[in-house]
């Protein structure tokens, strides 16, 4: 997909928890409650940056990966969520060695560019090496976690892929890079999510 998510009920209708405060939205990794969050996500907490209107509809929603994980599934019917085998595919389709692809941290040389949105409208300067030749249009939607950070900056996505019990693996693109890191985190974060075609 070319937008990032921004469902707020699971494929079954039920309603995707969210309103957490700072100090829950981290305690749902003891529950293993799926929850998002949009920004701002809390009006009684000051915040760096407002969206014009409601910044779900530009940059989605962000998601913990518990909600990455539920049965009842994210994406539409006919998507799902890549896992971290597929992001490698994209990015060896756009000329990272599979050497590359499979290790770990900012990888590769240009590839991250190619799927960032150009220009300066929701990326912040200087935007580095942003071509978006994909047509992907990757947005900074920044990340969620004891509060709210990097809007503008940066874009991390989750994968489908688990590591561990505490972590997963995800994506990230920088306002200042043109590669893509790739690593693991902890699963409370909210990160924001792409959908691939079956």
Same mark, same amino acid.
């Given at each position: &997909?070319?937008?990032? @998510?921004?469902?707020?009920?699971?494929?079954? #209708?039920?309603?995707?928890?969210?309103g957490?405060?700072?100090?829950d939205?981290?305690?749902? /990794?003891?529950?293993?409650?799926?929850?998002?969050?949009?920004?701002?996500?809390?009006?009684?907490?000051?915040?760096?940056?407002?969206? =014009?209107?409601?910044?779900?509809?530009?940059?989605?929603? @962000?998601?913990?990966w518990?909600?990455?994980?539920?049965?009842?599934? @994210?994406?539409?019917?006919?998507?799902?969520?890549?896992?971290?085998?597929?992001?490698?595919?994209?990015?060896?389709?756009?000329? &990272?060695?599979?050497?590359?692809?499979?290790?770990e941290?900012?990888?590769?040389?240009?590839? #991250?560019? /190619?799927?960032? =949105?150009?220009?300066?409208?929701?990326?912040?300067?200087?935007?580095?090496?942003?071509?978006?030749?994909?047509?992907?249009?990757?947005?900074? #939607?920044?990340? $969620?976690?004891?509060?709210?950070?990097? &809007?503008?900056?940066?874009?991390? @996505?989750?994968?489908a892929?688990?590591?561990?019990d505490?972590?997963?693996?995800? $994506?990230?693109?920088?306002?200042? $890079?043109?590669?893509?890191?790739?690593?693991? $985190?902890?699963?409370?974060?909210?990160?924001?999510?792409?959908?691939? =075609?079956?």
């Open positions: &997909m070319t937008e990032n @998510l921004k469902v707020t009920h699971y494929n079954n #209708g039920d309603d995707i928890p969210t957490h405060s700072s100090s939205w981290i305690d749902l /990794k003891y529950t293993e409650t799926g929850a998002y969050s949009v920004y701002p996500f809390d009006e009684d907490e000051e915040s760096f940056l407002t969206c =014009e209107n409601n910044c779900a509809d530009v940059y989605g929603n @962000l998601y913990n518990y909600a990455v994980d539920d049965e009842n599934g @994210l994406c539409p019917e006919g998507f799902h969520i890549p896992s971290d085998d597929e992001y490698k595919q994209l990015e060896i389709f756009l000329g &990272m060695s599979e050497e590359v692809a499979n290790s941290g900012f990888r590769g040389t240009d590839e #991250g560019g /190619k799927i960032k =949105e150009d220009g300066y409208v929701h990326w912040s300067f200087p935007n580095t090496e942003a071509t978006n030749e994909s047509g992907i249009t990757i947005l900074p #939607g920044g990340i $969620r976690d004891s509060g709210y950070n990097y &809007m503008t900056f940066s874009c991390t @996505l989750w994968t892929s688990e590591e561990n505490g972590f997963a693996w995800y $994506r990230q693109l920088s306002y200042s $890079r043109s590669t893509i890191n790739r690593n693991d $985190r902890n699963k409370e974060l909210g990160y924001s999510i792409r959908c691939i =075609e079956d």
